[in-house]
């Protein structure tokens, strides 16, 4: 599988495209499942929010394994997908209670385009596999990507223990630190739910004199 760099900017200085992305690449190539996102859309969170831009990082575990859903964005999933997946309706849900609104559509393009990092620990999964790729050595991206993030204050929503063992390291005295329970169904109820991390995150960029993140319109974005 070709998976593209061209488009991925600074992030392209990362030890990890010299010394994993092709092993990775060949490994995917060996793959008889169906591989998602599609191969150009692997990297897009990256392409989308360079370094120098991201403002807030969100982590997620792996691309949602229906086809048709994940196109490269951790919670995100193409526009015209009904019903949500069901992790970003827990996320929309406590966005009304916190915000009063929630975007359109499932389509989460226009946070990246304001500075919002949403990247996957696992940047593949074969369709209808959840995790199926966990042991292939993406999250050797994760980790240089979070390395290269702490080098000034940024905003971090860390929703379930593998993002929050992720990012770890990152001096709470520094970043905003945002740690609750993942969004799932599984587990919102215990913590996700009443944390208001959009206003949370919204508030210490304004205390730092930074906009805040449009969270809700894209027409706003």
């Avoid at 490994?27 to 692997?42: C, E, K, S, T």
């Avoid at 915000?99 to 946070?111: E, K, V």
């Amino acid at each position: 599988m070709r998976i593209a760099t061209g488009h991925i900017g600074a992030w392209g200085a990362l030890p990890f495209f010299r010394s994993d992305l092709l092993r990775i690449a060949v490994a995917l190539d060996r793959d008889g499942r169906q591989i998602l996102p599609p191969a150009d859309r692997i990297l897009a969170a990256l392409e989308l929010t360079q370094p120098d831009d991201t403002r807030v990082v969100i982590l997620g575990q792996d691309p949602y394994p229906t086809p048709g859903h994940a196109h490269g964005l951790a919670f995100s999933a193409e526009p015209d997908v009904r019903p949500l997946p069901r992790s970003l309706a827990n996320i929309y849900r406590e966005m009304k209670d916190d915000l009063g609104a929630c975007p359109a559509s499932a389509d989460l393009r226009f946070w990246a385009r304001q500075g919002v990092l949403l990247l996957n620990a696992v940047l593949t999964v074969p369709a209808g596999e959840a995790n199926g790729h966990g042991k292939l050595g993406w999250q050797r991206l994760t980790r240089q990507v979070l390395d290269r993030l702490s080098d000034r204050p940024r905003a971090f929503l860390l929703w379930g223990r593998q993002a929050q063992s992720a990012a770890a390291g990152l001096d709470p005295e520094t970043h905003l630190k945002i740690e609750t329970a993942h969004p799932s169904p599984l587990s919102a109820r215990r913590g996700f739910f009443g944390s208001r991390p959009f206003s949370r995150t919204n508030d210490w960029l304004r205390a730092r004199g930074e906009p805040p993140i449009n969270w809700t319109t894209v027409e706003a974005a």
